[in-house]
């Protein structure tokens, strides 16, 4: 359910999700750059930092019920997928879980975007 009674509740699993990644995005991001091989991490890095800003898009996009939301949200499994490769390829658990989370957000906004 949306934060006010006039939000569109048609995107609420979707927007969850986006805030979900962008999230474990976040923490994935910084717990990589703890790591030892931190300078093997640059692509995984990279798309974790573009992960995060695209589902924050997202999110911003279907709150405010727009137009364009199912063309963002189209792009955005596409780079949560991209995420989601780059992440697999890391033996650490946070990795793992950063991975399988941006799955299950590229599903949602898959379906979002017909």
């Known amino acids: ?49 573009d992960c995060a800003e695209i589902c924050g898009q997202a999110a911003q996009y279907m709150a405010r019920n727009s137009s364009l939301s199912p063309s963002l949200c189209g792009v955005c499994a596409q780079v949560c997928d991209q995420c989601a490769i780059e992440c697999e390829k890391m033996q650490d658990t946070h990795c793992k879980e950063c991975a399988q989370i941006c799955r299950d957000c590229a599903q949602q906004c898959r379906s979002m975007a017909g």
Do not use: H, W, Y
């Not at 609420?12 to 091989?37: G, H, N, V, Y």
């Open 1 to 49: 359910m949306g934060v006010l009674s006039t939000s569109p509740t048609n995107m609420d699993s979707c927007i969850e999700a986006c805030l979900k990644c962008l999230r474990a995005c976040e923490e994935c991001f910084t717990a990589c750059l703890q790591e030892p091989d931190v300078q093997a991490r640059t692509n995984c890095l990279q798309l974790l930092n």
